[in-house]
């Protein structure tokens, strides 16, 4: 498939750049898998147009590049989640896709990222709302909640009576944790909460699902679209864009897709 053959080839390219600019191994494959995260995003959330994809992985890969590579947990949660959401492999979520999802709900949360953290319960939640044969049990949404949830606080709970009693007067106050965010990745997502309206709105979807012949459910991507620009914007009030910047560039390259941009943009042939 040439669409797959491209996120290839981006994975590739993103990782070799910074390379070549004197960054090192780290800085390259996360910049590489910003790209990759940004393609994967986009698919879910537009299945009917790759090349939505296609602009979503450099835009991706570039703010990486400039602004710094993001904690990918909270680009492979968002990916996990929107995938159950969107249904477009064509199967009810299973108990080792819950757990999954459960596992990169709690990571999300111990790294900080909280947006991220929420997604896996609100799209199972969502998903369950569904009503059709690819819903989850309505008890796997609460599941969701809790993974992301529970764990960080049960561990300021742990932290805060640990340090109870102790001479506060004798302690140096606490680092701040530096923020997740950066000018860039802020505009990223304020660019694709800007086209929310037509990119929230529905669409017919003629895809097919992966593993069954079904059509993609075109309500399933609404609210897949839906919930990203939610995230987008809880991002955006905790400080956590530039985890986020995977999301919000393949949540622009739908929007600027439906609105037309694109389409102006792309040569008559």
């Known amino acids: 498939m040439a669409s797959n053959r491209y996120a290839a080839a981006g994975l590739a390219v993103g990782t070799l750049a910074p390379l070549l600019l004197g960054r090192g191994w780290k800085a390259a494959l996360g910049t590489g898998m910003a790209g990759f995260s940004a393609w994967a995003t986009a698919r879910e959330l537009d ?25 990918l947990l909270g680009s492979l949660t968002a990916v996990s989640s929107l995938r159950v959401l969107s249904a477009t492999v064509g199967h009810r979520p299973s108990q080792n896709d819950l757990l999954a999802l459960g596992v990169q709900a709690a990571l999300s949360a111990f790294a900080g990222q909280r947006a991220a953290a929420l997604l896996p319960g609100a799209a199972l939640s969502l998903a369950a709302d569904a009503g059709d044969r690819f819903a989850p049990a309505p008890e796997a949404a609460l599941y969701g909640v809790a993974a992301g949830v529970l764990p960080p606080t049960l561990h300021r709970q742990e932290k805060d009576s640990k340090e ?71 991002g955006l009030l905790l400080r956590e864009s530039r985890g986020l910047a995977p999301l919000a560039a393949a949540t622009l390259a739908v929007g600027l897709r439906r609105s037309g941009a694109l389409d102006a943009a792309t040569p008559k042939s």
């Open 47 to 71: 299945p009917d147009h790759p090349q939505t994809a296609a602009v979503a992985l450099p835009v991706a890969a570039a703010a990486a590049l400039l602004g710094g590579a993001p904690n």
């Open 164 to 234: 109870k009693g102790t001479d506060r007067a004798d302690q140096k106050a606490p680092p701040k944790k530096a923020s997740d965010r950066g000018v860039l990745t802020d505009l990223l997502s304020l660019a694709a909460l800007g086209l929310s309206q037509s990119l929230a709105a529905p669409e017919t979807v003629r895809s097919g699902c992966d593993l069954v012949p079904t059509t993609v459910s075109a309500q399933r991507v609404q609210r897949s679209r839906q919930l990203a620009l939610g995230a987008l914007g809880l």
